[in-house]
């Protein structure tokens, strides 16, 4: 008679979907990022500030959506199964 429970593979689950969830948001953070850039070059270009570091304003989301990211992952990370006792 087995002793194992079917715990272990609901936890790996539910990490692998957090894991999946983490990449999600990772993706559409940096689309969204990629876009507001786009933005702002184009912004800058047309003004002709695009040598101005203060014409940069788009600096403060990626600042801002990585620090977001960053979090998320580190929680994931930190909610990662831990290898069963031997």
């Known amino acids: 008679m087995s002793t194992h429970t079917t715990e272990p593979t609901n ?3 539910e ?10 948001h990772a993706v559409i953070v940096a ?4 876009f ?10 047309s003004a002709g500030i ?4 203060t ?4 600096l403060w989301a990626v600042l ?11 929680v994931v990370w930190l909610n ?3 290898e069963p006792p031997i």
């Open 11 to 13: 936890v790996n689950a």
């Open 15 to 24: 990490y692998r979907r957090q894991v999946q969830a983490f990449h999600v």
């Open 31 to 34: 689309g969204t990022l990629v």
């Open 36 to 45: 507001i850039l786009g933005v702002n070059l184009m912004t800058n270009l």
């Open 50 to 53: 695009a040598g101005e570091f």
């Open 55 to 58: 014409a940069w304003w788009s």
């Open 64 to 74: 801002g959506w990585s620090a977001g990211v960053g979090v998320h992952g580190l």
């Open 80 to 82: 990662r199964p831990t």
